[in-house]
């Protein structure tokens, strides 16, 4: 018990409290320099009611990146994911005056649509505001001269005429994850369907699927889906995923 009366009273003494919050302070710029020499700092994190905890992070090697829910979604390794595809479609049709980002989430999509294709029009739809304003306070997003719709995806296609007159792209870009899932709605052959009724008839429509674990099956019955529906798919294997490149 003496111990313990001990502590009691160094703890009471005023030397002591202010020994202790030293150390919680140093403590605290250790954590700070800890982050800083791994090279991961986190910028922002807010709670979206559409992709849960997101945070904005940037790091000594992949810059400013968004993740929600511990998957990056824009900026960072998502340039590399739509660089490879993106740069073979440019190849194939070097003239594009139209296109469509279903999933604009930060940007990228659209950045490096910008750089392929500098004088198109370019409408991005998603449904998160919350995403889109962190990638035009970070990822530069407001800078690319992009329409943006904030809606659901498959709403917007049902009702693009309204949105959209004379709706016909050149280009539909698809990344409808919300964190690492892929709602059902839009795996389905009526979904796809829909993609293609705006579709211009020597249009090309890209889709991003994870490939990885248990989304590899998934991802190759979606396939087998693209491939009823398109007479051609190529399929091109960035990173953990694989972007299906597919023509009418």
């Known amino acids: 018990m003496g111990k313990v009366s001990d502590f009691l009273q160094l703890v009471a003494k005023p030397g002591a409290i202010n020994s202790r919050n030293l150390r919680v302070k140093a403590e605290r710029k250790s954590e700070a320099l800890a982050k800083f020499l ?20 940037r790091s000594l090697g992949l810059g400013t990146y968004i993740q929600a829910e511990g998957l990056t979604q824009s900026g960072g390794i998502m340039e590399s994911v739509w660089g490879k595809p993106l740069k073979k479609t440019k190849n194939q049709k070097p003239k594009i005056k139209n296109i469509l980002i279903l999933g604009l989430g930060g940007g990228t999509a659209a950045k490096l649509v910008r750089k392929y294709w500098p004088y198109t029009k370019i409408t991005g739809v998603d449904l998160d505001p919350i995403m889109v304003n962190l990638g035009k306070k970070y990822l530069g997003l407001d800078k690319l001269d992009v329409k943006v719709v904030i809606d659901d995806a498959y709403n917007f296609l049902k009702n693009s005429k309204f949105h959209i007159p004379n709706s016909i792209f050149d280009l539909i870009l698809v990344d409808l994850y919300v964190g690492d899932k892929f709602p059902e709605k839009f795996e389905s052959e009526n979904y796809i369907q829909l993609i293609r009724s705006v579709l211009a008839s020597d249009g090309v429509a890209v889709f991003n699927r994870l490939y990885w674990g248990e989304k590899r099956p998934k991802a190759m019955r979606f396939l087998k889906k693209l491939e009823k529906n398109f007479k051609n798919v190529d399929v091109v294997y960035p990173e953990a995923n694989i972007m299906f490149i597919c023509s009418k």
């Open 38 to 57: 791994s090279g991961t700092q986190i910028l922002e994190e807010v709670i979206s009611p559409v992709n849960g905890k997101v945070q904005v992070v």
